[in-house]
């Protein structure tokens, strides 16, 4: 029922992704109906009464929303009738609810939200990306670990390479938090630690999993989804500011530019997953269309394969 | 002397100048000599002896390298014989240097790295970007008064808006600090305080002036110069993909599209700048060729001009 686009959107995915995925639709029968039409028959609904709104403080969701579909989609999970919830609802709610209604793995203090970024060579997962403002260096090794998991078993890298956000590369630079943080995951040896990374060159292949303080990995997050809508707003306005002639000589290549503009936003892939918890939840981005809350049921799907809350559980990378 | 070119770029850059701008060269007279050649009689030369390595620790700086051109050309501005210095050597030996040499403007704790930024619709002026770590409240309110005068007065914007960095855009969102400071800025009727801005925003013209913790800011301008970076990266190598015959389309707007590779950048005029100094200090980036460093002293005229350190001063924005 979350997201910008409700049901039209995550019907619309769910019947597209039928034949590969046993999904189970939590929220309003009628509504769903209704936007199934006569493929209704094709889908499972577990059917809830109640919808968080904007409005609605924590506590409400909390405490007030006992049928959310937020909620029950959760529940389905805590009682293991789920492998994984997906949902488009607002993220500190999701947060929330996860967190009342799953246990974390034993080791894990706080959920962390982790994403796979593009590269320009392959791609890297990063995490925390806003859950955790104010960390300890004891969260910013649980996030290595986690990350460590999830390229391994998600993203089929045997040895991930772990580097900390920070805004210098030699070991005095940064806050005291990044200092100590490096000195503890240089001396894991679970862990292939490569050292600090500066935000410019993230894209360039230097690490499969970049772990940041939640603050700090949010800002650069949004500042590198801003940096690439500009790109795609300056590409739009270069083609609109050619001349008939020059226009005409893009066409045979209309196509391709439209997948360059696609490409130039390294959050391309919709999914974040909020890691550390004992079943697997993946938050889909509000605006999400059809297409993109398919890619994060598929991210949903990838963790649940790879088991990642039983590899964190069982102290993998401890 | 410093930056990755040396002379070569800092003397390219001042023949290039000279008809409009009264330079003074400071550093090793030979050198200059060897790369200006006949021309050397067109430069106005303040010969040094010592130029700062990378290898030298900020003790060194400070206390071992007296005739260093770096901090002769900072004792020349504080003796009023030039009205501001340009450097391409390392920021924190400009920065400890600076603070030695001259004086903090009343008011003003420690100096903030401003930098103007391009936008999709207009810049904005972006401070602390790196050289305070642990900010105060009053330093975030520092900051956007420095970023007021700025904008007024190099950039002619009569009430500049200001805005603080932050990873979420309600009043309860983030740190203490960036709530604290937005109590503070809202509460200054001499600013014109615009709210929360996050880092995928930062581009749309939201704001004027955009405030920043050092770190965060730091973390913001390397994540966008990453993603910049990344952009151009995959524009080259859609370009370099094509067919021959999709590639022969394209001749005719192939100047359009270095032009466009070049606007992807949001940092593509070199120069920050060291405000609350007593004196106009603008640090040109180390890899700058003559054009950049040129931009940097563009910069640099443009605070002389705008009387940046008389106007913080004389308690504009008090």
Request: hydrophobic residues 45%.
């Amino acid at each position: 029922m979350g997201g910008d686009g409700g049901p039209a959107v995550t019907v619309a995915a769910a019947l597209g992704l039928a034949d590969r995925a046993d999904l189970t639709l939590v929220g309003g029968a009628a509504e769903i109906g209704r936007v199934a039409g006569s493929r209704v028959r094709e889908l499972r609904i577990h059917p809830t009464t109640e919808v968080l709104s904007p409005g609605d403080s924590l506590a409400d969701v909390l405490r007030r929303r006992p049928d959310s579909s937020m909620r029950q989609a959760l529940v389905l999970l805590a009682r293991g009738e789920v492998d994984g919830v997906v949902s488009g609802g607002d993220t500190a709610a999701l947060m929330a609810l996860s967190r009342a209604q799953l246990t974390m793995v034993p080791g894990i203090d706080r959920p962390a939200i982790g994403k796979y970024l593009q590269g320009m060579a392959g791609g890297f997962w990063m995490l925390d990306l806003g859950a955790n403002l104010d960390c300890s260096v004891e969260q910013l090794h649980q996030f290595a670990r986690m990350g460590t998991i999830l390229a391994r078993h998600v993203s089929g890298i045997a040895t991930p390479r772990v580097a900390l956000l920070n805004i210098g590369t030699e070991p005095h630079k940064g806050p005291e938090l990044q200092r100590l943080a490096a000195e503890r995951l240089a001396a894991d040896p679970s862990l292939h630690y490569a050292g600090f990374v500066e935000g410019n060159r993230l894209f360039e292949g230097v690490a499969d999993v970049v772990v940041a303080d939640g603050f700090a990995g949010n800002i650069a997050l949004k500042a590198i989804e801003g940096a690439a809508r500009m790109a795609g707003h300056l590409l739009r306005g270069w083609i609109q500011g050619l001349g008939p002639l020059q226009r005409l000589s893009l066409l045979p290549v209309r196509g391709d530019l439209a997948q360059l503009r696609h490409g130039l936003n390294p959050q391309r892939y919709n999914g974040a997953s909020l890691v550390g918890l004992s079943g697997v939840v993946v938050k889909s981005h509000g605006s999400a269309d059809a297409e993109g809350f398919q890619s994060a049921i598929d991210e949903a799907i990838l963790e649940i394969r790879g088991r990642i809350p039983e590899r964190l559980a069982a102290g993998e990378g401890r």
